[in-house]
């Protein structure tokens, strides 16, 4: 194939002008001898491209070049051939990567290609397992079903966010890896003193962000024995500022016994939140601060609703925010309210 044989002393400053020239051909790799360096090129050099050169030792010439091995850059390009082009950025926005297990979210239409992308997934993240998410979340300990798609089987994993280590099992506990950036705010949030309640702490993110850096006492509750087991795991591998009190069991029966004015509460449980809301605010003293969250379309339903359950007491609402998308036009929503 065509060839320019380039001396050695040029061959740097040659092969720039033929890249801004767009006449190297990139599916082949350079060769060099002694001497000189081969480049492979699309065609003859044009005179225009002669003239330019004016002054290098060049030869066009006919020689063997080996092909460049491609990569792939991406994980389109692991799907190749293999998923509709424009289904590869849905299936790609849908994963959760947890330490070394990827969670995927594959439409049903792609049931006979699942573990193609499964594979594909594994090798694109370079983690241990990929798992299918099989349905939603459901019951009250917050698990869903996963199919494992590709690599070990092994959903157990250490999460690391924001310098803190989250253990946890993918199939026997709910963690969203989604969550970082508001498990931070809050946490910047936090002074030094505060009593806080994180009334579903599930396996202890919140609470271990926030006791990483603040000298606090965090009550963590939590139904699921799973999660329960995985927050205390948690609690020894961190190096924390704060005190975390573990707690298993359901919040309502564990607020009425403990009986505490915290100083604030976290109510991270988005589709049952507003259940808990009177046990949440009869345990927050005047001036406490509530951190809800509820899925809506918009922010006047979760702030309404802390306003009438809270009633007499009078409100301040601080911040709301869409903390993540979760079907059109539905959204994680959070709300900030000081309550007197």
Same mark, same amino acid.
């Given at each position: 194939m065509l060839g320019l044989k380039v001396s050695k002393n040029n061959a740097d400053e040659i092969r /720039?002008?033929?890249?801004?020239?767009?006449?190297?051909?990139?599916?082949?790799?350079?060769?060099?001898?002694e001497n000189h360096v081969y480049i492979p090129i699309k065609e003859? $050099?044009?005179?225009?491209?002669?003239?330019? #050169?004016?002054? =290098?030792?060049?030869?066009?010439?006919?020689?063997d070049f080996q092909i460049h091995k491609k990569h792939p850059k991406s994980f389109k390009d692991y799907l190749k051939n293999t998923v509709e082009t424009d289904k590869v950025d849905e299936i790609k926005n849908s994963f959760d990567i947890m330490g070394d297990v990827v969670v995927l979210e594959i439409p049903d239409e792609f049931e006979a290609e699942k573990f193609l992308i499964g594979n594909a997934a #594994?090798?694109?993240?370079? *983690?241990?397992?990929?798992?299918?998410?099989?349905? &939603? !979340?459901?019951?009250?300990? /917050?698990? *869903? +079903?996963?199919?494992?798609?590709?690599?070990?089987?092994?959903?157990?994993?250490?999460?690391?966010?924001?310098?803190? *280590? !989250?253990?946890?099992?993918?199939k026997k506990v709910y963690f969203s890896p989604r969550l970082a950036t508001e498990r931070r705010r809050v946490a910047e949030q936090v002074k030094d003193g &505060?009593? !806080?309640?994180?009334?579903?702490?599930?396996?202890? $993110?919140? $609470? !271990?962000t926030i006791a990483k850096d603040h000298a606090v006492k965090i009550y963590a509750i939590d139904i699921n024995p799973a999660a329960y087991h995985y927050m205390k795991r948690n609690i020894e591998i961190n190096k924390l500022k704060g005190e975390i009190i573990p707690i298993l069991g359901d919040?309502?029966?564990?607020? %009425?016994? #403990?009986?505490?004015?915290?100083? *604030?509460?976290?109510? %991270?449980? $988005?589709?049952?939140? =507003? +259940?808990? #809301?009177?046990?949440?605010?009869?345990?927050l003293k005047s001036g406490g601060i509530l951190h809800y969250y509820e899925f809506a379309s918009d922010y006047k339903v979760p702030v309404e609703r802390i306003i009438e359950t809270a009633k007499p007491r009078n409100i301040e609402i601080l911040n709301v925010r869409k903390v993540k998308s979760r079907s059109p036009g539905v959204w994680h929503m959070a709300v900030d309210a000081k309550i007197y």
């Amino acid at each position: 194939m065509l060839g320019l044989k380039v001396s050695k002393n040029n061959a740097d400053e040659i092969r /720039r002008i033929l890249l801004k020239k767009s006449l190297i051909d990139l599916e082949w790799k350079i060769k060099t001898s002694e001497n000189h360096v081969y480049i492979p090129i699309k065609e003859v $050099p044009t005179d225009d491209i002669v003239a330019e #050169l004016d002054g =290098y030792e060049i030869e066009v010439v006919d020689t063997d070049f080996q092909i460049h091995k491609k990569h792939p850059k991406s994980f389109k390009d692991y799907l190749k051939n293999t998923v509709e082009t424009d289904k590869v950025d849905e299936i790609k926005n849908s994963f959760d990567i947890m330490g070394d297990v990827v969670v995927l979210e594959i439409p049903d239409e792609f049931e006979a290609e699942k573990f193609l992308i499964g594979n594909a997934a #594994l090798k694109f993240t370079k *983690r241990r397992s990929v798992y299918r998410k099989t349905s &939603e !979340i459901k019951g009250v300990i /917050r698990t *869903r +079903e996963l199919e494992h798609l590709a690599g070990e089987d092994v959903s157990e994993t250490v999460h690391r966010e924001f310098g803190s *280590r !989250i253990m946890l099992d993918v199939k026997k506990v709910y963690f969203s890896p989604r969550l970082a950036t508001e498990r931070r705010r809050v946490a910047e949030q936090v002074k030094d003193g &505060e009593l !806080i309640i994180d009334m579903f702490a599930g396996v202890g $993110p919140f $609470p !271990i962000t926030i006791a990483k850096d603040h000298a606090v006492k965090i009550y963590a509750i939590d139904i699921n024995p799973a999660a329960y087991h995985y927050m205390k795991r948690n609690i020894e591998i961190n190096k924390l500022k704060g005190e975390i009190i573990p707690i298993l069991g359901d919040v309502k029966d564990v607020l %009425n016994d #403990l009986n505490l004015s915290s100083d *604030r509460i976290i109510m %991270n449980l $988005p589709g049952t939140a =507003y +259940e808990f #809301l009177s046990t949440a605010i009869n345990s927050l003293k005047s001036g406490g601060i509530l951190h809800y969250y509820e899925f809506a379309s918009d922010y006047k339903v979760p702030v309404e609703r802390i306003i009438e359950t809270a009633k007499p007491r009078n409100i301040e609402i601080l911040n709301v925010r869409k903390v993540k998308s979760r079907s059109p036009g539905v959204w994680h929503m959070a709300v900030d309210a000081k309550i007197y």
